[in-house]
């Protein structure tokens, strides 16, 4: 059984998303660790790419600065490392797909089965090209999770069919970021997932209030949030993870 099915297990789960090097390396693994400490069921790490397209301008602002800031992938490797000798809960990365190619995808994922990373979540990477890195991903153990957006529409069954890990259902069309409401027929996408696969659904993008969050765990198996945490580091900087902390147990709590 997949690791990541553990982040499952204890009701709804909530998982952050935090961007690697923003501001700093120390910064991100004391952020992730109060998340964990607090209550996040699994942690999405951003990698940081220049042209992130699936990100609106919170999300992009937190990958210029860890670049600018120098980090490189190798870097976050070893973050990783020092992590997992006391973070036990899931962790994927999310990144591009160029990323993992210019790195050499079977070093990449190579090297995330060796550190401990769960999964793999490339926003880029169309479903019909999947074949390029899956039968890497599962040589090393580390799940390629799929996205369903509300533009899925007739390849939701089949993208569900054939998912591993959890299931990333983007709430909304365009770019990540947070979002008063959210009107996309969430139920009627669930509902199909659930029809067609056991894997564990999650869904993100616009979500930053508790009440949100709710309402997506109430549809699915969990909510994923990353603008709203993206932005309280980039207004407390290197004080961030105290705020980061209480953020996650407000929206843990509320998924309880």
């Known amino acids: 059984m997949s690791n990541i099915a553990k982040a499952f297990e204890n ?111 490339l926003p880029d990477l169309p479903f019909e090209e999947k074949e390029e890195f899956l039968p890497i991903c599962r040589r090393y153990g580390v799940d390629l999770i799929s996205l369903i957006a509300p533009t899925s529409e007739n390849r939701i069954a089949m993208i569900a069919k054939e998912a591993e890990g959890f299931i990333y259902i983007v709430s909304s069309l365009g770019v990540t970021g947070m979002r008063s409401e959210i009107k996309t027929d969430l139920v009627s996408i669930v509902r199909l997932v659930r029809e067609n696969t056991g894997v564990p659904c999650a869904i993100g993008f616009g979500i930053s209030t508790p009440e949100q969050a709710r309402k997506m765990a109430d549809i699915s198996d969990g909510a994923i949030v990353g603008s709203a945490i993206v932005r309280l580091l980039e207004k407390y900087g290197k004080d961030a993870p105290e705020y980061v902390g209480q953020y996650v147990k407000s929206m843990k709590d509320a998924l309880r």
């Open 11 to 121: 009701g709804k789960a909530f998982i952050p998303f935090i961007t690697c090097g923003d501001p700093d390396l120390s910064t991100t693994a004391a952020v992730v660790r109060a998340a964990a400490a607090n209550g996040a069921d699994l942690i999405e790490l951003g990698i940081p790419f220049s042209d992130p397209t699936a990100e609106g301008p919170v999300i992009q602002g937190a990958n210029l600065r860890a670049l600018s800031g120098g980090v490189k992938t190798n870097m976050i490797f070893d973050l990783v490392r020092d992590l997992r000798k006391d973070v036990t809960i899931p962790m994927v990365f999310m990144t591009y797909a160029n990323v993992v190619f210019s790195y050499g995808a079977e070093k990449f994922i190579s090297t995330c089965g060796e550190i401990g990373i769960d999964g793999l979540i």
